[in-house]
């Protein structure tokens, strides 16, 4: 384990702890907004700035990832336990014991090594799963910003037209306070993109909510603010209950796999440093234990966060050390201040954090590059919005398997022509005439693609024509064959061999010498260095009616 805080010097400590208080502006708010997405009390969101925080500092790889819950993860706390029938009262019960069980998953992967698991959540299902939350979102943040009251609709879409037909019912002091907030926050992002625009926003607010009395004229505001610092507690729930939030910590658990590996791997390129994949989720898990202990909620990686500290030059983790320090202080002797935060406009702030979360580029240049992966993605953000967001999330992972299992049953396998060295390494689409053939398998033969492959060097032999006496099997991007893949390939050897052309490999592994072996594949069957070897070797009449296995023996 690295020493906390590597890559700090003397000469960047005021450059960090600028970059600290500056995270410190962004964070306040945004966690407010999503401690309300996630149907939380305020605390939930300013607890998640300390503990977490700490314990993630002191044990992540990464010197500028910042741990935080971000709109995705709020929405997925409130969408899963709505879906389980929670109560109101329950609520932050539960949503601790899901960070819990979200990070001794995340604790698991750690020490089992299965950072690789995030592979398998593609990019396309991110976008899909992430906008479907984030439309989600927006819908609730909406509703703030006119000041209308949640209604008893089920399901995005119903939530809609209610959201519509109650439009009449708006309040327009709050409606005027979003629309300034809105202005400001995009407007201000254009002009000076490092300015915190949501604090400012947030602070000017509430100054005109206190001054002219808003929350007398129909504008809601936060209201009363618990003091004092984080307090522990394990969550008191029954088996059953615990039961049902495995689901939901487990796709919480993935994400943060994904996102955080991912991120912090990333920017350890970018900027010259290591990273530990494993060491990464051992932080992010203990964070998340840690957050379900102290009454907060699930934490991850925060790209916008992280993004605004590496801008403004900061390659370490004191920032985040001084934003604990400065959410201590707030928690103390700052919620009275709390207290008058208008919500509409904290609607507003976080609208606008979420907008980059509908990913509509990433969309629209999936639609023009892979069709396929753009349906994955489509499908993801369709079934969390219609299903819900676990429902979502599996079927488009099953779609994403499917895709893959595709791509696998469709093996590469190409004809080489000689070139000018006559090496044998040109590939043309159509084999040329003559007596030896050579052809390139590629990954592994398995019993998903075995039959694909001996069709199509079937295929490619018909081709060359009946001339063809010698067949070349360049198995040099060949990875393994299971026993399916060796049946299928033995299939095609004798098939080969019945219509009398010899097959020789050329540019075997040794380890997979040692798996063709094990099935009897190479019984009789030349093997040679290069393609030229084996192509040469072909040509050349046999010797005395010497065997295939006698020519292996002399080749090999």
Not at 104 to 125: E, M, Y
Not at 171 to 200: D, E, F, M
Request: charged share 15%; aromatic share 6%.
């Amino acid at each position: 384990m690295q020493r906390p805080l590597q890559g700090l010097r003397h000469a960047s400590i005021v450059r960090e702890s600028l970059a600290g208080l500056t995270l410190l502006a962004i964070a306040v708010p945004l966690n407010i907004g999503y401690a309300q997405i996630a149907g939380l009390p305020v605390t939930a969101g300013l607890y998640a700035l300390i503990v977490p925080t700490l314990v993630y500092v002191f044990l992540v790889s990464s010197r500028q990832v910042v741990a935080s819950p971000d709109a995705a993860a709020a929405a997925l706390v409130f969408s899963s336990l709505v879906g389980l029938g929670v109560g109101e009262d329950d609520f932050a019960e539960m949503a601790a014991a899901q960070a819990i069980l979200c990070g001794l998953a995340l604790l698991i992967a750690a020490v089992l090594r299965w950072g690789f698991l995030a592979n398998f959540l593609s990019h396309p299902i991110l976008i899909g799963f992430v906008a479907g939350l984030a439309l989600e979102v927006l819908v609730s943040q909406v509703r703030k910003m006119l000041g209308v009251s949640a209604g008893d609709a089920d399901g995005f879409f119903r939530e809609i037209v209610e959201l519509i037909a109650r439009v009449p019912e708006a309040s327009v002091p709050s409606v005027l306070l979003s629309v300034c907030a809105l202005v400001i926050l995009v407007g201000g992002r254009r002009l000076l993109p490092k300015a915190p625009w949501a604090l400012l926003v947030l602070i000017l607010a509430t100054l005109l909510t206190s001054v002219f009395h808003l929350d007398q004229v129909g504008v809601a505001v936060l209201g009363e603010v618990d003091a004092g610092p984080p307090q522990f507690a394990f969550p008191t729930l029954s088996f059953s209950q615990w039961a049902s939030l495995i689901p939901s910590a487990l796709a919480l658990a993935l994400i943060t796999m994904a996102e955080g590996v991912l991120l912090s791997r990333s920017y350890g390129e970018q900027r010259g440093y290591r990273t530990d994949s494993d060491l990464d989720l051992l932080a992010f898990g203990a964070a998340n234990v840690a957050a379900g202990l102290s009454m907060s909620f699930a934490v991850g990686s925060s790209t916008s966060r992280t993004a605004a500290m590496d801008q403004l030059g900061s390659r370490t983790q004191l920032p985040s050390i001084i934003m604990a320090a400065g959410a201590v202080l707030l928690l103390l002797f700052g919620t009275s201040v709390l207290a008058q935060i208008p919500t509409p406009v904290i609607g507003a702030v976080v609208a606008v954090a979420v907008l980059n979360l509908l990913g509509v580029r990433d969309f629209i240049q999936l639609a023009r590059t892979s069709p396929y992966e753009f349906g994955i993605g489509a499908v993801c953000l369709l079934g969390v919005l219609i299903l819900g967001p676990l429902q979502g999330l599996a079927i488009a992972f099953i779609l994403s398997l499917v895709n893959l299992a595709r791509r696998a049953a469709t093996p590469q396998v190409d004809a080489l022509a000689s070139g000018d060295a006559d090496a044998f390494t040109e590939i043309i689409e159509t084999p040329e005439p003559g007596e030896t053939l050579v052809i390139r398998l590629a990954g592994q033969v398995f019993f998903a693609n075995a039959a694909a492959i001996a069709e199509q060097v079937t295929a490619l032999v018909d081709a060359a024509g009946p001339e063809t006496t010698g067949l070349v099997l360049d198995a040099e991007g060949i990875s393994d064959v299971d026993a399916t893949g060796a049946g299928d390939l033995r299939r095609l050897l004798n098939a080969l061999e019945g219509r009398g052309i010899r097959v020789v490999f050329a540019s075997v592994r040794p380890r997979l010498r040692e798996r063709l072996e094990t099935f009897g594949l190479l019984d009789g069957i030349g093997q040679f260095p290069t393609n030229r070897d084996a192509a040469k070797a072909l040509a050349a009449p046999p010797s005395g009616g010497a065997s295939h296995e006698t020519r292996r023996g002399d080749f090999a």
